[in-house]
């Protein structure tokens, strides 16, 4: 059974802050990994994709990756509170299957 | 531009209607997926169309019925759903089922079923 794992919160950050989200998966074969947000009533956003490990930066986000210790984090800096949303943690994995296994998400709340 | 459209925004049927619900990408993506998502829950995998075939069927009940007729069009045809069928219906397109990976999803459905 593959999973990824993610803390539910919700995480509380004040504005201007670094938010810390992390997501760990058990498939060793897994090979892409994406960060989604997800406003209330709304379809999942893609923000960032990572394939390698080490960091991406986008603008105020920066994905991270540790193949080794089956790890992927999303930092968002200078958080504001439009970003108040749930991100969600997917990955594929190492098959021509590419479908998505989706975390559960975390509820991030940015206080102004 | 990454965009996935789908029709319509909201749809409240009956257990005995039949209805579809539409998704249209204009990406040049060669393959569409279709989740479902209850309420704070993450989006679960239906089907996935590769190249306009059906590559993937997660088990799903035959009372959902997908159809790809071009690579630019996917539809879900419902019959005979059930209440526990209400949630918001997702679709998604990506390039390929190969590298690069990036799913990119729809507005979504929002389905009631009485």
């Known amino acids: 059974q593959k999973e990824v794992e993610q803390n539910s919160g919700p995480l509380s950050v004040p504005e201007g802050a670094i938010a810390s989200l992390n997501c760990t998966y058990s498939?060793?074969?897994?090979?892409?990994f994406f960060w989604y947000r997800q406003y209330s009533g709304k379809s999942p956003e893609l923000i960032m994709f990572?394939?390698?490990?080490g960091d991406k930066e986008d603008g105020r986000f920066t994905a991270q990756l540790n193949k080794a210790s089956q790890y992927v984090s999303l930092l968002i800096r200078d958080s504001q509170p439009s970003d108040s949303a749930t991100y969600l943690c997917?990955?594929?994995?190492?098959?021509?299957?590419?479908?998505?296994?989706f975390g559960s998400g975390t509820r991030l709340q940015v206080q102004p | 531009d990454t965009e996935v459209t789908q029709t319509p925004k909201h749809l409240v049927m009956g257990m005995t209607n039949k209805k579809s619900l539409k998704c249209e990408q204009h990406?040049?993506?060669?393959?569409m997926y279709w989740y479902k998502q209850k309420a704070k829950k993450p989006p679960e995998l239906m089907f996935v169309?590769?190249?306009?075939?059906?590559?993937i069927n997660e088990s799903v009940p035959s009372r959902f019925s997908p159809e790809c007729p071009n690579s630019s069009l996917l539809n879900l045809h419902l019959h005979a759903l059930q209440p526990e069928d209400s949630a918001l219906y997702l679709c998604?397109?990506?390039?390929?089922?190969?590298?690069?990976?990036?799913?990119?999803f729809g507005p979504g459905t929002r389905l009631t079923v009485t």
């Open positions: 169309y590769s190249y306009e075939k059906l590559s």
């Open positions: 990572i394939y390698s490990n």
């Open positions: 997917a990955v594929t994995e190492d098959t021509g299957r590419r479908a998505l296994t």
């Open positions: 998604a397109s990506s390039q390929g089922t190969g590298a690069p990976y990036e799913q990119y």
């Open positions: 498939d060793r074969g897994s090979q892409s």
């Open positions: 990406m040049g993506h060669r393959a």
